[in-house]
């Protein structure tokens, strides 16, 4: 089975982020945040496909400005005054391996096609390769999604069916993908079927795939050695792979038990009394289980808040370092200024008088 994932993220204010950044950095290009001056450069970035360049798609009856990566996103990001504002969305998709490149760019343009037509917001494709120390398998498409709806006079009602969760409208995205996704691979003629349902859900017993992210990845590039991230991730794979041995080990103990009751004529009640034991047992493993993965999940979200802090602060520092650099250059040159008209001056003079004092 081909590999699937789509995940759906925003990117707020609250969290230190920007839309302008991201676009920035997902499409390997340059942008001028006009909000608050900041430049976001990532020309330099591997691993973004620029053969064809990321795209842009667009309601019908757009302004022509949008046309434009760096006009797009900054007229997104003035739309929202509040400082904890949710200034874009990004759906993250895995695109199969088992396609060739050009199906796998019209897969994700397919995605992002649709998402126009239901929701009028504008979306940004940009299509990333496997990275070079990872799994080159992990071909994966980022589309960057508006968080109003755009218009013929700019950006206009925020598109909230996307942030309820009751909605469904997160799930129906899930679904829809796969539906996408294995048309694409039956076209190709591929055997290959991909499945949005949980592996819960599907009765497949194994853990999930898990995602490093851009900055544990990219840590990993460049010093060639495992992340913390990677490190953390592997010794709670570990830890839940232990749990749920330890308690199929039970629930296999009572199920087995359960089946000597009733083929045995012996002492049922004491069968029964040690059957209920293990029942307890395995669930108060499960308990232990939730208990610890819930824990693991509020560590994750706490680390998240302190990066995000750090990032932010981080990005106070620089804007503070720039200004202080642009007020030197200022003070320097008014100094520069003022000795040349010093010297203007005394040269005048020296001319006046018909030739330099002696």
Known sequence: MAIYHLSVKTISRSAGRSVTAAAAYRAA????????GEIHDYTHKQGVEKEPPPRLFLPPGSPDWANDRAALWNAAEQSETRKNSTVGREFEIALPAELNAEQR???????????????????????????????????HAHVLCSTRR?????????????????????????????I?????????????????????DQGID??????????ATNYERRTGQPSQRRIELEQEIA??????????????QSASLERGIIDTSG???????????LQQTASAGRAEFRARFAERQQEKAEQARRQAEAEKTRQVAEIARQAQVQKQAEIERQQQAQEEAEAKAKQKLENDRGGPSR
Do not use: M
């Open 105 to 139: 760019r019209h897969l994700a343009y397919a995605l992002a096609a649709e998402i126009v037509a239901r929701h009028q917001c504008a979306v940004d494709v940009a299509i990333h390769a496997p990275g070079k120390g990872g799994d080159n398998r992990n071909h």
């Open 206 to 215: 194994r853990l999930p795939t898990v995602h490093l992210g851009p900055a």
């Open 239 to 252: 830890e839940r792979l232990g749990r749920a041995r330890r308690l199929g080990q039970l629930e296999r």
């Open 150 to 178: 755009l218009g013929p006079l700019g950006f206009h009602e925020k598109t909230r069916e996307l942030d309820e969760v009751k909605q469904g409208e997160v799930v129906r995205w899930r679904e829809r993908f796969a």
């Open 267 to 277: 002492d049922l009640a004491a069968a029964q009394q040690q059957h209920a034991g």
């Open 29 to 36: 290009e340059k942008i001028i945040d006009e909000r608050t």
């Open 180 to 200: 996408i996704q294995n048309r694409f691979l039956r076209e190709a003629g591929l055997p290959e079927r991909v499945d949005h349902r949980s592996l819960e």
